[in-house]
Structure formats: structure tokens, C-alpha cells
């Protein structure tokens, strides 16, 4: 079982930055790959970044890639979200999940890949 609780989030004007982390309690955080979601009212729940167990594979959304950076601290059990330039469409609540990975390498884009999930953090861009 793992544990997975987010903080960072939190009001900001568009073109404002905040970094989001996620820290892992309850098992060796380096087997895990891991990801933020995002979901704003109305709106399915939708992936943002994900990265693999090893850190170094990063899959981004479209909408986010160079401006969002996903990154991972193993000897902390935490993962990252740096967020620049946020728009207000950014606001919603991120999530961070985590799952077992088959292998280092690998990371995971669907919501039915994660077994463990964050309860959630507000964030929300002013314009």
C-alpha cells in the first residue's frame, strides 16, 4: 500500500508559477512510476505529465509541454509538478498518482493504470 499526499497548490495570477509535490509514503517509491492529473469543474479527469520509476522517461499534454516540468527526487519518495506561465486554464484540482512498474523505463497515461491516488490540490490562475 502507498500512501500518496500532495501539496503546493494554491492561487496565483496568470504568467505566476508554482511547483506542486507529491511524497510517497509506505513503500520503495523507486519501483513506482508515477503522474499529475488534473480536473477542472465539468471536465473529465485529464493526465498532465507522467513520469517513469527511473525518472527518465516524461510523457507531456500538449497543452502543458514547455511550460509544465514533471520530476521525480527517489531518495525523498516525492514527485514534482513545476508549473510557469500558468493560464486560467490551468485551474483545477491535480491530483498525483502512483502504480507498481513492470519496468523502470516505463511510464503510464490512463487514468485504469494507477493504483494509488492523492486526495487532491486546488489550484487556481487568476486572469
Known amino acids: 500500500q502507498v500512501q500518496l499526499v500532495e501539496s503546493g497548490g494554491g492561487l496565483v495570477q496568470a504568467g505566476g508559477s508554482l511547483r506542486l509535490s507529491c511524497t510517497a509514503s509506505g513503500r520503495t517509491f523507486s519501483n513506482y512510476a508515477a503522474a499529475w492529473f488534473r480536473q477542472a469543474p465539468g471536465k473529465e479527469r485529464e493526465l498532465v505529465a507522467a513520469?517513469?520509476?527511473?525518472?527518465?522517461?516524461?510523457y507531456y499534454v500538449d497543452s502543458v509541454k514547455g511550460r509544465f516540468t514533471i520530476s521525480r527526487d527517489n531518495a525523498r519518495n516525492t514527485v514534482f509538478l513545476q508549473m510557469n506561465s500558468l493560464k486560467p486554464e490551468d485551474t483545477a484540482v491535480y491530483c498525483c498518482?502512483?502504480?507498481?512498474?513492470?519496468?523502470?523505463?516505463?511510464?503510464?497515461?490512463?487514468?485504469?493504470?494507477?493504483?494509488?491516488w492523492g486526495p487532491g490540490n486546488q489550484v487556481t490562475v487568476s486572469s
Open positions: 498518482a502512483a502504480r507498481v512498474a513492470t519496468w523502470s523505463g516505463r511510464y503510464y497515461s490512463e487514468v485504469y493504470e494507477y493504483q494509488y
Open positions: 513520469i517513469s520509476a527511473s525518472g527518465g522517461n516524461t
